[in-house]
Nanobody, 117 residues
Framework: QVQLVESGGGLVQAGGSLRLSCAAS??????MGWFRQAPGKARQFVAR????????YYTNFVKGRFAIPRDIAKKTVYLQMNSLKPEDTAVYYC????????????WGQGTQVTISS
């Protein structure tokens, strides 16, 4: 089992930055993904990192703005968000993929990110 605890959400102006944290405990995971869900809309994939070597993948709408570094010693994954836009407003979730299949088995509690115009 894996437990994920998120932090770092908040309210910022458009063009600003936030860094979300996802601290993991328990079994080692293969990949950690970030997802987001806006009110009344479906959950969407944002980015992921492979724990073993730090390989990353980003969706097109965040490329060049977001990064997903990790701290191996702290077993923590971050979502560094720059040049934020109002359409980035959502609840952000981290999730652990245990089997390298992009099937996410464990989820964080979510953290609200709100971007004002």
């Amino acid at each position: 089992q894996v437990q994920l605890v998120e932090s770092g959400g908040g309210l910022v102006q458009a063009g600003g930055s936030l860094r979300l944290s996802c601290a993991a405990s328990g079994r080692t995971f293969s990949r950690m993904g970030w997802f987001r869900q806006a009110p009344g809309k479906a959950r969407q994939f944002v980015a992921r990192i492979r724990w073993s070597d730090g390989d990353t993948y980003y969706t097109n709408f965040v490329k060049g703005r977001f990064a997903i570094p990790r701290d191996i010693a702290k077993k923590t994954v971050y979502l560094q968000m720059n040049s934020l836009k109002p359409e980035d407003t959502a609840v952000y979730y981290c999730a652990a993929d245990m089997t390298s299949t992009e099937e996410y088995d464990y989820w964080g509690q979510g953290t609200q990110v709100t971007i004002s115009s």
